[in-house]
């Protein structure tokens, strides 16, 4: 049974850091592009990041771009965000997804978290408040 269970959100001021990680289990997690998105209340899930198979190629939303950092441990089958500067907008629950095995564009990413409409994780909740 595959799992990916998000933990590390919590309440931070503005300006702030928080480290997300996905443990992963039920398939062969070193061998899947992963990715991080989010859902802020009454909006739609958005793309944040993606990492490749052996984490040497990554990509980001300009929104995140120069903040936050993907990373895996393929050992320890886990997924991770490192977020700082953390704003008021990032506030949303995060989810961890799989990709498949092919690497893609960020306009590729963009496009299908943008048109999913069903997708369901435990997730993390992160607010950003001061």
């Known amino acids: 049974q595959v799992q990916l269970v998000e933990s590390g959100g919590g309440l931070v001021q503005p300006g702030g850091s928080l480290r997300l990680s996905c443990a992963a289990s039920?398939?062969?997690?070193?061998?899947?592009?992963m990715s991080w998105v989010r859902q802020a209340p009454g909006k739609g899930l958005e793309w944040v990041s993606v990492i490749n198979n052996g984490g040497d190629r990554t990509r980001y939303a300009d929104s995140v771009k120069g903040r936050f950092t993907i990373s895996r441990d393929n050992v320890q089958n886990t997924l991770y965000l490192q977020m700082n500067s953390l704003k008021p907008e990032d506030s949303a629950v995060y989810y961890c997804?799989?990709?498949?095995?092919?690497?893609?564009?960020?306009?590729?990413?963009?496009?299908?978290?943008?048109?999913?409409?069903?997708?369901r994780g435990r997730g993390t909740q992160v607010t950003v408040s001061s």
């Open positions: 039920g398939f062969s997690f070193g061998n899947y592009v």
């Open positions: 997804a799989g990709e498949g095995r092919a690497f893609y564009s960020i306009d590729y990413y963009q496009a299908k978290w943008l048109r999913n409409k069903d997708y």
